[in-house]
């Protein structure tokens, strides 16, 4: 899981699959410390990994993880690559770890076209949120990618464009087999 934050995604995947054994990584100290409180009182210490490492950089991580190529038969992400200003490094990155016929599974905000529709679900989803979670949502929809640019960016890595889908009204999904 690149960018597994507090681990809650990782969490609640190894309860649900029996012997599913999880790599999160996360390139925020803080973010670890989280997460591995939250996997402790989980108790799924033994089935997830924690790893500090720069999803735009795996091979370069002293972490002591395998960060080989081909190394994971799943590599997943939930909203890091509006986070990331080079998300072209990220998704490189997911692809190379990935072993043929692993599955790529990856999901993020989409930028709205417009301001009006922009307006609309920062009013729709962060309603109650106090001004300053309403400016990071807002910030974080503009660093977002818009369909059409997920769409180029896979293309530019050889999958089909199909392969990028809306999910919801503001989130674009990316699942594929790598070849």
């Known amino acids: 899981d690149l960018g597994a934050g507090t681990a809650q995604i990782p969490i609640e995947l190894v309860r649900r699959v029996p012997h599913l054994h999880i790599t ?14 939250n996997i402790a009182t989980a ?5 997830i990994t924690l790893v500090r490492a720069d999803a735009k950089r795996l091979a370069a991580t002293q972490s ?8 994971y038969d799943v590599v997943i992400s939930n909203s890091i690559l509006h986070h990331i200003p080079e998300p072209r490094e990220v998704v490189a990155e997911a692809i190379r770890v990935t072993t043929p016929g692993g599955l790529l599974f990856h999901r993020d905000l989409c930028r709205p076209g417009d301001e009006a529709e922009l307006d609309r679900i920062v ?3 962060a309603a109650g949120a106090t001004p300053y979670q309403r400016k990071l949502f ?16 896979v293309a530019d890595f ?22």
Do not use: P
């Open 43 to 47: 108790g799924l210490t033994d089935r």
């Open 138 to 153: 807002t910030d974080s929809l503009h660093a977002a990618l818009t369909l059409d640019e997920m769409r180029q960016l």
């Open 64 to 71: 002591g993880a395998c960060f080989d190529t081909g190394s």
């Open 24 to 37: 999160a990584i996360d390139a925020a100290e803080s973010m670890l410390a989280l997460a591995h409180q």
């Open 123 to 125: 009013n729709t989803y």
């Open 158 to 179: 050889g999958f089909a464009i199909e392969t990028v889908r809306m999910t919801s009204d503001r989130h674009w999904t990316w699942t594929a087999v790598k070849k």
